[in-house]
């Protein structure tokens, strides 16, 4: 298998699946227990919170730990628009057409019950918001900005400084979506740039099932699931081996980090890939930025395919990508991102992602060019015998 859809998940680290072994079989306690086994399993717990803090230059005490990466944008939203004094005069959310949909579906809601005012920033053809246009949106009922730092489907980096500054002048709060982020380039909300970070273990090599939200000491969050677990911030029971993974996993993601060269060569395999991909298919729309996007992601169109069948003969090559994200996959249109995008219907139709991780290899990528290459003309060859009927 040539695994290339890394945005969606990651592979656990040997070191992640070793770690959480170890707690399951020794570790395996509740947490709140005050007896010397729940406390182990306390330690164990608090360990990972001051590995997955260190990863973003947080405090310990200020992550909260969730059942994955929607609920922590749950919490983070909810709890936020929950906690605001605006929220008894139409509230209004200021996000962009072009969230995950986490975020999406969330506002949308929110929106649809009455509950708030969503105002969508307009992006670019590259699903890049405008930081310009904010201004104009920005006024006294705003109870809370949501970006994400790094878009899921194409890779390109969002204006979260500029954001961040309009939204610190107006004392807004200023939520970030770090998935696509945190884990693959450096983080640090020591200084405080935005009011809460959540982000997910599996996408950097650890475990599904453990979501992460970073609130600034002082931040008003409403728990969204009510109990005693997490400081009270967030109910139920907490699913320790989850937390050490994760711990694990922010432990290894640090110290992968500290090498620039790391990145570095990642990003050359990516220009590589996409270098390999002009060569078999010179008509090829891509889709994301030069510049200002995350190392590991391209997003490339081939006008006249459909994604889904291009997906479908890769899969049967052994090489792994996604049309749009994975939680739309299945779905014949494009996604809401590429419709954001505005492309043109048979380029968007046949966009495809290919997200890379720290272990892809350059004879992978290789492979995976070649194979794509014999796909398309494949596919092509059949669409030109369905035309002559």
């Not at 005069?89 to 975020?103: F, G, K, L, R």
């Not at 992968?256 to 008509?283: C, I, M, N, Q, T």
């Not at 048979?346 to 991780?357: Q, T």
Request: charged fraction near 25%.
């Amino acid at each position: 298998m040539i695994y290339l859809d890394s945005n969606a998940t990651t592979r656990p680290s040997a070191g992640v699946i070793e770690a959480m072994t170890r707690c399951l079989r020794d570790a395996w306690c509740n947490p709140s227990s005050m007896h010397r086994a729940g406390q182990q399993a306390r330690a164990a717990m608090e360990n990972a919170r001051r590995d997955v803090a260190a990863l973003i230059g947080a405090k310990p005490r200020e992550i909260t730990f969730t059942g994955s990466g929607t609920e922590a944008i749950d919490l983070a939203i909810r709890g936020l628009l929950e906690a605001s004094p605006k929220r008894a005069a139409n509230p209004v959310i200021i996000t962009t057409p072009v969230e995950h949909s986490a975020v999406r579906e969330l506002t949308r809601r929110l929106g649809r019950d009455a509950r708030a005012e969503v105002r969508l920033l307009p992006v670019d053809r590259f699903a890049r918001a405008s930081a310009a246009a904010l201004d104009a949106m920005l006024d006294e009922r705003v109870a809370l900005v949501s970006m994400q730092w790094a878009n899921n489907e194409n890779g390109a980096i969002q204006p979260v400084m500029e954001v961040s500054r309009a939204c610190k002048a107006r004392s807004i709060p200023f939520h970030v979506d770090g998935t696509q982020w945190v884990g693959k380039l450096p983080c640090d909300v020591s200084g405080g740039w935005c009011d809460v970070l959540t982000f997910s273990a599996h996408k950097f090599h650890g475990p599904k099932g453990v979501g992460m939200v970073w609130a600034a000491r002082g931040t008003a969050l409403r728990p969204t699931i009510l109990g005693s677990q997490e400081l009270g911030r967030r109910g139920g029971t907490e699913n320790v081996p989850g937390i050490v993974g994760a711990g694990e996993a922010a432990k290894e993601a640090r110290a992968w980090l500290a090498d620039e060269s790391a990145r570095a060569k990642g990003a050359a395999l990516r220009d590589l890939f996409e270098s390999l991909v002009r060569g078999v298919a010179p008509d090829a729309a891509f889709n994301s930025p030069e510049a200002g996007r995350v190392w590991n992601t391209t997003n490339i169109s081939f006008p006249g395919l459909e994604s889904e069948a291009i997906l479908l003969l890769l899969s049967e090559r052994g090489v792994c990508a996604s049309a749009g994200s994975a939680c739309s996959s299945g779905a014949l249109e494009p996604s809401a991102v590429i419709k954001a995008m505005n492309l043109p219907e048979d380029v968007a139709h046949g966009a495809v992602r290919f997200s890379l991780c720290k272990d892809t290899t350059e004879a992978e990528v290789r492979e995976a060019a070649k194979i794509l290459g014999e796909v398309l003309a494949r596919l092509k060859a059949s669409w030109s015998a369905v035309e002559r009927g």
